[in-house]
T-cell receptor, first 109, second 111 residues
Framework: EDQVTQSPEALRLQEGESSSLNCSYT??????LFWYRQDPGKGPEFLFT???AGEEKEKERLKATLTKKESFLHITAPKPEDSATYLC??????????FGTGTRLTIIP | ETGVTQSPTHLIKTRGQQVTLRCSSQ?????VSWYQQALGQGPQFIFQ???????GRGNFPPRFSGLQFPNYSSELNVNALELDDSALYLC??????????FGQGTRLTVV
């Protein structure tokens, strides 16, 4: 069965303090690894898809990387508006998305 | 903002009742998936529809059922509601099951 573990569960950073979120996974036949941002009471907002080890993608202050066992979401010089829960999900051969429980990120002004 | 819309946004039901949630998928997408998200948890896969056929199901009982229509919109039906069914229900649409985009969700409260 596909599994995703995210760490830490919660992270508080000062504005401008860079850090990384971790997503460890096991999956049968990886079709893609996905990062989403979720604000309270809202649906997940798509950020990135990574398809193979070594791949990297960037968007504004966020950069996602992928190895065969884990993915990192690096956040550089975060701003208060980056505060949200960040979800990682994998898609295996059965096409369903398996999510982790997320990292709740708080950026303090 | 994605083109996936869900209705209603909030709903309160009594234990034992039945509920229908609706999802309009993004233009050009032929696959719809439904997820249940309890507070503080990640979304859990309920089932997926591809071109009007169910093609995958998670660990949810048969009282959770669905439909996909020719225009690729979808419904999630839950019978005999239980208190534990209280959650945010999310619909996601994609083209051929790749790169799913989510709606804003329906918050269901069972009392």
């Amino acid at each position: 069965e596909d599994q995703v573990t995210q760490s830490p569960e919660a992270l508080r950073l000062q504005e401008g303090e860079s850090s990384s979120l971790n997503c460890s996974y096991t999956v049968s036949g990886l079709r893609g690894l996905f990062w989403y941002r979720q604000d309270p009471g809202k649906g997940p907002e798509f950020l990135f898809t990574l398809y193979s080890a070594g791949e990297e993608k960037e968007k504004e202050r966020l950069k996602a990387t992928l190895t065969k066992k884990e993915s990192f979401l690096h956040i550089t010089a975060p701003k208060p508006e980056d505060s949200a829960t960040y979800l990682c999900a994998v898609q295996g051969g059965n096409e369903k998305l398996t999510f982790g429980t997320g990292t709740r990120l708080t950026i303090i002004p | 903002e994605t083109g996936v819309t869900q209705s209603p946004t909030h709903l309160i039901k009594t234990r034992g009742q039945q509920v229908t949630l609706r999802c309009s998928s993004q233009s050009g997408h032929n696959t719809v998936s439904w997820y249940q998200q309890a507070l503080g948890q990640g979304p859990q896969f309920i089932f997926q529809y591809y071109r009007e056929e169910e093609n995958g199901r998670g660990n949810f009982p048969p009282r959770f059922s669905g439909l996909q229509f020719p225009n690729y919109s979808s419904e999630l039906n839950v019978n005999a509601l239980e208190l534990d069914d209280s959650a945010l229900y999310l619909c996601a649409s994609s083209l051929d099951g790749i790169e799913a985009f989510f709606g804003q969700g329906t918050r269901l409260t069972v009392v």
